[in-house]
């Protein structure tokens, strides 16, 4: 578990360093050729938007493993430990359930659901269909050389979503097994309830 774990983070952290750099570069050289040199790259607006898709996704498990999302603790922490706990080990696998509903919701079904499609039906039309995105295209050296079709595929940008899901889906439930072994109290990072007695500790003495 430990080495999985190891790996999935390196994963993150080298793709999420990859993506603001990108964003960065990207933004930045824009600048420079529009109002240095009148110019632009054409793509470049949506190329940013889809980075910042991808960072969002990819931040949303990365957030979960240094537990930085927020949250209310204010009312499970006046519970007894063990309930806290339960209360703690409900949310992480409230956040798979979410995952995997949304990554592929047809097995809701067998519970009566009116439920069909996820992100991964979506990627798979998109993949099928191979239809371009709207300004990013392809250099016309990888068009000419490898035969590619003018406009990236759309499935590649969407990429995204099968895989941030399933991160996400795995954060929570590493954080299911952190919470019962005691390695960490809850998913979320909030401590508002310690914070607002720390705020108005001298409110009674006045």
Not at 108 to 134: C, E, P, T, V
Not at 159 to 176: K, N, T, W
Request: aromatic share 14%; charged share 20%.
């Amino acid at each position: 578990m430990q080495r999985v774990d190891n790996w999935v983070t390196r994963f993150e952290e080298g793709v999420i360093a990859f993506l603001l750099a990108a964003m960065t570069i990207v933004s930045f050289t824009q600048v420079v050729a529009r109002y240095g040199f009148n110019s632009g790259w054409t793509g470049a607006l949506e190329f940013t938007r889809i980075l910042f898709a991808w960072l969002i996704l990819f931040g949303m498990s990365y957030g979960v493993k240094i537990g930085s999302h927020l949250g209310v603790d204010a009312v499970i922490r006046l519970f007894p430990r063990p309930v806290f706990r339960a209360l703690a080990v409900f949310g992480a696998l409230c956040g798979v359930a979410y995952a995997v509903i949304l990554l592929h919701s047809d097995w809701l079904q067998i519970f009566g659901a009116n439920a069909r499609g996820g992100a991964w039906d979506y990627w798979s039309k998109m993949y099928k269909i191979g239809i371009g995105l709207d300004d990013l295209r392809y250099p016309e050296f990888l068009q000419d050389s490898l035969g590619v079709q003018e406009r990236v595929q759309r499935w590649i940008a969407y990429l995204i979503l099968p895989v941030g899901l399933a991160l996400f889906a795995f954060r929570c439930a590493e954080a299911v097994w952190q919470i019962l072994t005691g390695e960490r109290e809850m998913m979320i990072a909030a401590h508002e309830a310690e914070e607002l007695v720390a705020e108005n500790k001298d409110v009674l003495k006045d």
